[in-house]
Each structure stands twice: as C-alpha cells, then as structure tokens.
C-alpha cells in the first residue's frame, strides 16, 4: 500500500521558472491537500479539494495553481517560481467524510527557488 | 492572526519523565484536536485526537487534555523514550471532517 505519493523530492528551480509537484493516492480519498513548511511557520494549506473537478483555496494560495480531474491525483504547479517559495511541500489526503479525521501526509517535497 | 499556537519552540525531557507539550487555540469554533509527530525528512504522521465531546483522550503512552474554557490542550507522553524524539504539531479543525490548522511545532528532544 503506496499511500501518498509525492515526486520529486528535490527540485531546484531558478526565479521564474515553472514546475509541477506531483501527488498521487491510492487509498480513494476524496479530499486531497497541499501544505507547505516553512521554519518556525508551521504548515500553512496553500489548496485543497474535496473531490474531482473541486478546488478551493487555503491559506497561502498565491503563486500556486491545482486542479483534480482524478480521484487519485492533485497536482501543484508553480508558474513563475519566487525565492519566497523555497520550501517543503507537503501532499495529504483522507477519507471526506466519516473517519478521525486524520490526514495521510506524503514524505514531502523539498523545493529550493535561487 | 495565528489561530493555534504552540509558543514554546523547543522541549528537552529526560528519558523514563513525562513530556506536556502544550497548545492554545483562540477560534472558539474548534471542535475537533489532533496531533501529529514529524520525524526529519519524513512526513507527519497522526499520533492521537479528541472532540470536544471529552476532555480526554488516552492511546498507550499517549494522552492528550482538552480544557475549552481555557481553550487550551495538551499532550503528555508517559514515559518519555528518545525514539519520541521528534516535531510535534497540534491542529484543530470545526469538526472532523473540516480543513486543518496547524500550529508552528515544537521540537521534543528525549534525553538518554
């Protein structure tokens, strides 16, 4: 059991460059999410999605893009990278509803924008 | 404005103590708490939850307070090992099937 997917692990984009970060589930979860670290910020939701073809924005949605045409998959794209998105990213996923409510995180995504 | 806070950065126990990480929270329509457990270069993982049905919920060495007048919880760990070593975030929703919030983490170093 997979769990949650994210690819790459490390990426290293120049200031105005493009990316996507990948995350994929194979646990059938209908809501999937985007976070991201930062020292001493915590993690702060940048996007999520409660089900195909529904997004919505959290916390810090600027200078990020989503899009869930899939159950499975819920990309990130960055289409202009900023210093000030040097970061770990982080994917999550659960059940919508019924269950803990615990979210099922990804190992992560390590970014650095020069 | 911060909503959940975790304001000491840092915690150093003995192995064998207890460890009280503690978290405030100042939107009142919280109802749902969990916490979770970072080790480096993974990602967080779940350890333990409560509503706010109860003001406390127990998982093996685990046990975590609720005082929502205080709006306030904490998580003990009894006894402390070093492999607890680790971040540890607290979240809070407005229920369980509603978006999280974390707070900024704290770092608990378990001594040998």
């Known amino acids: 059991n997979a769990g949650v997917t994210q690819t790459p692990k490390f990426q290293v984009l120049k200031t105005g460059q493009s990316m996507t970060l990948q995350c994929a589930q194979d646990?059938?979860?209908?809501?999937m999410s985007w976070y991201r670290q930062d020292p001493g910020m915590g993690l702060r939701l940048i996007h999520y999605?409660?089900?195909?073809?529904?997004?919505d924005q959290g916390e810090v949605p600027n200078g990020y893009n989503v899009s869930r045409s899939t159950t499975e998959d819920f990309p990130l794209r960055l289409l202009s990278a900023a210093p000030s998105q040097t970061s770990v990213y982080f994917c999550?996923?659960?059940?919508?509803?019924?269950?803990?409510?615990?979210?099922?995180f990804g190992e992560g995504s390590r970014l650095t924008v020069l | 404005d911060q909503q959940v806070k975790q304001n000491s950065p840092s915690l150093s126990v003995q192995e064998g103590r207890i460890s009280i990480l503690n978290c405030d929270y100042t939107?009142?329509?919280?109802?749902?708490f969990l916490w979770y457990k970072k080790y480096p270069a993974e990602g967080p993982t779940f350890l333990i939850s409560?509503?706010?049905?109860?003001d406390k919920n127990e998982d093996g060495r685990f046990t975590v307070f609720l005082n929502k007048s205080a709006k306030h919880l904490s998580l003990h760990i009894v006894p402390s090992q070093p492999g607890d070593s680790a971040v540890y975030f607290c979240a809070a929703s407005t229920g369980a099937n509603s978006k999280l919030t974390f707070g900024k983490g704290i770092t608990l170093s378990v001594r040998p």
């Open positions: 939107n009142s329509m919280f109802d749902y």
């Open positions: 999550a996923s659960r059940p919508w509803e019924g269950g803990t409510g615990e979210l099922f």
């Open positions: 646990m059938n979860h209908e809501y």
């Open positions: 999605s409660v089900g195909a073809g529904i997004t």
């Open positions: 409560i509503s706010s049905i109860k």
